[in-house]
């Protein structure tokens, strides 16, 4: 399986991709993660995309079209993966598109997670997520509290919040989500590959959602 999930920030892309890609076996690319490993370690790309995730915009198309167009060059590529925050505009869906195209790896489905702009402002402020590499368990203060307040479930870390999860920043975030991600889904419909489920409720029942739309 091939898969993209779209939704605003927030909505629960990271963690159902996580699941998704637990239980299914299938490689999770989440350009965010990557953006926030490479500004923690200052390399060039994180240099150069640490002023634009700072304030909730979106880094140019052409450095996240290379760091994805470089994970699909190398022979490892994968051949079931899972795409979390990408692709966020139109220019990135056809540089993705002729990626997969040049690969032979067309897309299985498009999942959009459908959760309303007040919902998302009243939940980014509880988002907690565990920094240790190969970890990075993510918990929610009001929908999946870690165990022990303020410390990571699986391998006891203390947890951080991300400098763009405040309520200013994720407002600026929901307006640009508006403009330049949500005409994907048009695109997405014209090829029949979008599905649309609710992302409130439930971690687990939001999962059988997304596992129903895509008939596994
Ligand atoms: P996320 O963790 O997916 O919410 O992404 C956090 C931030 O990383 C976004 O607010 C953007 O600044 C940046 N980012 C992540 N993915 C992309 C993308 N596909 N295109 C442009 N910027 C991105």
Redesign the pocket.
């Known amino acids: 399986m091939r898969i993209i999930l779209v939704g605003p920030?927030?909505c629960g892309?990271?963690t159902q991709a996580k699941l998704l890609s637990k239980r299914m076996k299938l490689e999770h690319i989440?350009?965010?993660?990557?953006?926030?490993e490479a500004i923690r370690n200052e390399t060039s790309v994180g240099l150069r995309?640490k002023p634009?995730?700072e304030v909730?915009?979106?880094?140019?198309?052409e450095?996240?079209n290379d760091l994805?167009s470089e994970r699909f060059q190398r022979d490892d590529r994968p051949k079931t993966f899972i795409l979390?925050?990408?692709?966020?505009?139109l220019m990135?869906a056809k540089s993705l598109d002729s990626v997969l195209v040049l690969h032979g790896l067309p897309l299985t489905a498009v999942v959009l997670l459908d959760v309303c702009d007040a919902e998302i402002v009243k939940r980014v402020t509880g988002r907690w997520s565990c920094p240790k590499l190969g970890c990075k368990a993510t918990f929610h203060t009001l929908s999946n509290p870690s165990k022990i307040a303020g410390i990571c479930d699986d391998c006891q870390t203390v947890l951080v919040q991300?400098e763009?999860d405040n309520v200013e920043t994720v407002k600026s975030?929901l307006t640009?989500y508006h403009k330049d991600t949500v005409p994907l889904l048009p695109y997405y419909e014209q090829n029949g590959l979008l599905k649309s489920i609710h992302g409130t409720g439930d971690i687990e029942q939001i999962y059988q959602s997304m596992v129903h739309s895509l008939s596994i």
């Open positions: 920030p927030g892309k990271g989440g350009t965010g993660d990557l953006l926030r995309a634009f995730v909730g915009n979106l880094v140019p198309d450095l996240v994805v979390d925050g990408y692709p966020r505009t990135q991300r763009d975030r640009v």
